[in-house]
């Protein structure tokens, strides 16, 4: 397909190059800054422009991968005539595009992305969504020529994958630092606590989160919790999370 990608961070870069590996041709690449658009366009070796008026129209399909507030705005700055659109968002929903187009959609990559660090597509959940069944049998295709895990979920279903995702890795990530920042106080490495972050993830992969969890919460050991809870002191906000925490667990495994 020949594609022109709306953005330049790192799902849209990501992106590209899959999609560019995987033999479709990205025909030009826009972005708010030169140098983002620029940096971009030279990986996928591909004109650039910042101007949305300017954007290609030879193309078989946009990609907007920009912040869920800006897709508006972007959308609302050219017009788009017959060729599909599709946004990335995980909470927007497909809706947000009817206005403006005739043949449009949803391609979420289900994946996080870091600068620098190439991501393998082949297992990534590509989750889609199309405004007709045509439209549907195109980003089954382009989605499969990258993924072996394609996935088709309306907005409804797809926001909830997004707000399951916040608790599972945005979340998550933060008490990996509030742990980073507890050990830091008593001169201790974030070092220490990799393993069984490893080890703790390695075991959802053949079971469930719910049958996998260890920790005095689950075993309501009140001894230990009241201990935690003193050590904790000196920070009230991480005393009431503790504690929330723990009372959830502990009302899970009654």
């Not at 969504?129 to 088709?152: G, P, R, Y």
């Not at 979340?171 to 008593?186: C, D, M, R, S, T």
């Not at 009241?226 to 502990?250: F, T």
Request: glycine share 4%; proline share 4%; charged share 20%.
């Amino acid at each position: 397909m020949r594609i022109c990608l709306i953005g330049a961070g790192n799902l849209a870069t990501q992106l590209g190059l899959a999609l560019l590996e995987k033999g479709h041709q990205v025909v030009q690449v826009w972005s708010r800054t030169q140098k983002s658009a620029a940096e971009l366009a030279f990986k996928l070796r591909c004109p650039f422009t910042t101007e949305l008026p300017l954007i290609s129209s030879e193309n078989d399909l946009y990609i907007i991968a920009v912040s869920d507030t800006a897709i508006g705005s972007v959308l609302s700055q050219r017009t788009w005539d017959d060729t599909m659109v599709v946004h990335t968002a995980g909470s927007t929903p497909m809706s947000i595009l009817a206005p403006y187009c005739k043949n449009f959609g949803v391609f979420y990559p289900f994946q996080t992305f870091t600068i620098g660090k190439r991501v393998e597509f082949e297992h990534v959940p590509v989750c889609i969504e199309a405004n007709t069944s045509q439209n549907l049998d195109v980003l089954k295709k382009l989605a499969h020529s990258i993924s072996q895990n394609v996935k088709l979920f309306d907005s409804t279903q797809r926001q909830q994958i997004h707000l399951a995702a916040v608790f599972a890795c945005n979340f998550v990530n933060h008490l990996y630092a509030i742990g980073e920042e507890l050990l830091q106080e008593k001169g201790i490495g974030f070092e220490i606590l990799k393993p069984l972050i490893l080890e703790t993830a390695a075991k959802i992969v053949d079971q469930s989160p719910v049958n996998s969890q260890t920790g005095p919460a689950v075993r309501n050991d009140k001894t230990v919790i009241d201990k935690h809870l003193a050590l904790l002191a000196h920070h009230p906000d991480l005393k009431n999370l503790y504690r929330q925490i723990s009372e959830r667990i502990i009302q899970t495994h009654k």
